[in-house]
């Protein structure tokens, strides 16, 4: 039996019991249920009777999973096996919350962001969550588009579909699509940590660029057949936007999206990308960009997103400001002058624990805010909200104390020392 | 374009072909099945085109009697965009001609025109007869047909009065060819092939699949036929037995 029925019961391995609900959609493998799981609403996947090509080791690995622990709460990870039912069997795993749509959505263009913090808010979740799956010794292994649901509001990610995810050197024997493997993998070698990060720069480039990048002129034949499809993800991928290579270049007219955005974006991003496909990634030879580099890439990119009044973003040079296509020019009066990275002072700008505590990842709490004084509307600063106390030294020398809701007057020379050795420079333009 | 303007994806386009019989001997609850399975299975082909950023699904329906005849003769139709209309059933059953038809749309210069390029096709026939016309010709012709090859065929022969051989012939496969010897069933192998050949034929290909060694579409699909077929086995008992 394949499907389930309406207030059909099956008891799990922990000892629970789900009664299915409703049914919410099919994928290849499977149906998913909303059920009740002890009380509690939660989703069941449920397989497909010989869908599976080696059941029982799939059965385990998703209890292996399950003993294991999610990675991160992004995941909609196992949380309760059943027990096998007519040869097949399902998961139970929490439900998507209303407000979180299909990744696929926003490529077909039926929903969007709300602002482009959100949509770099993405990027970095996305990556947060493989960074998490990778440090715990997983790999996702066929990662595509159907993996994420987003909200596209805040940019906030959940990864579904973590039946696949094995642990370092098992391999699901799941294939992919190749739309979204790396080169290797499609060419027939095991996926591992090194493909998925491949699949990863995919994910991220179709989310800013709005194209695939290895879909250009080259590769838009009239009958996309398997083999065709081998000889452009595997054997001979050309990326689109390839410094030299120009064969597989995007089309006008088709490719839109990717040609209109691709010079937006700051040289930086426009390079990692450049690296991410570039000839030897794409053979695989290199070792691929790590979750640590995109993230500080990111980290950087969302930090200089300065919204215009007339409600169009920009990535703006912090040293330079930005032109608005409306006709307005915005300047940016000064910026903080890190080691790897310069933030814009400009009012909405907020600086997150990535910024202010070293060596911390944290890109989602606010430690300090851009704000225009009250009496004098000219006049910038910088307020701490973090519980830890800066020290401004200024032309005198002199260290002045800045504790939780002080403000930094901005003076172009002034120096934050954050602690543990974090300073940065106030510069002004 | 600004960074938070979208334009969908360039996605390939996978035509579903529907060829069905519609001679005389369909006339009644056949017909009337075929057409409102047909029918019932639409909406869920819009879904599985409105989420699938590979491709869209396109849908053509030609049928075939005393000769064949398109009722979709510009041009494939989204799926988003179908609407069915019910078809009659009289006449013969000219299957050459249905492959002639079929051949002469199978091209960039017909059905397979499309910018952004195809997905080989997923061809789906429906018969409950043997052909009254020199099919052979035709058939000869559309197999070599490049479309044709690449494409996930599969037949369902409809009542025992069905020729299984031609449709063997057809699909390439006796593997390819389903067996509906009752309402029910019909209706259960219309929704499945339609909707499943149009999953396997819309995504990008599998990376086990292909020639060198692996699975093609069509070997994949026939293996999710074969789980159908023995999973339709074991319901057949609800299925209210057999009436062609
Ligand atoms: N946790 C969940 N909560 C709510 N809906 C879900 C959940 N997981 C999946 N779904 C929905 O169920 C449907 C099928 O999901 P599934 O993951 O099986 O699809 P798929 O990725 O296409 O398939 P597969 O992995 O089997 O090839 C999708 O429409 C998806 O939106």
Redesign the interface.
Known sequence: MSELKKGQTIQTKGFKSVTVLERLGEGGQGIVYKVDFNGKPMALKWYFKSKLKNPEKFYDNIKNNIDHGKPTDAFLWPEDITEWVDGTFGYIMPLRPSQYGDFSKYLLAKSNFKSVRSLVNAALNIVEGFGALHRAGYNYQDLNDGNFFVNFETGDVLICDNDNVMGQGYSSGIAGKCRYMAPEVVLGKKPDKQTDRFSLAVVLFLLLLGNHPLEGKNTNPPCMTEELEKKYYGSDPVFIFDPINKDNSPIQGIHKSAIAKWPQYPQYIRDAFIKAFGSEQLRGQTPRLMEKEWLETFIRLRSEIIQCGCGIGHFADPTKGVSCKCGKRISIPAYLKFKKLNVPLYPTVNLYACHTISDSEDFKTVTAEVIVSKNNPGSIGVRNLSDITWYVTGADGKAIPKGKDEVVKIASGLTIDFGKNLTAEIVGN | ????????????TMVLFFLVDTSGSMMGSKIGEVNSAIEEVIPELKELS?????AQIKIAVLEFSSGARWLTPERPIEAENFVWNDMDASGVTDLGDACKKLNEKLS?KAF?????????PAIFLLSDGGPTDEYQKGLEVLKQN??FK?AIKVAVAIGSDADKSVLEEFTGSNEAVLEAHSPAMLRKMIKFVSVRAS?VAS??????????GGE??QDAFIDELN?FK??AADSADDGGGDVW
């Open positions: 374009m600004d960074l938070l303007e979208t334009v969908a994806i360039p996605r390939k409105e989420s699938n950023a590979d960039t397979m025109r499309e910018a952004t390029g195809s997905f080989a490049n479309w690449k999953e995504k990008s290909a599998n990376v086990d699949s292909g020639d060198d093609s579409k789980n023995v999973e």
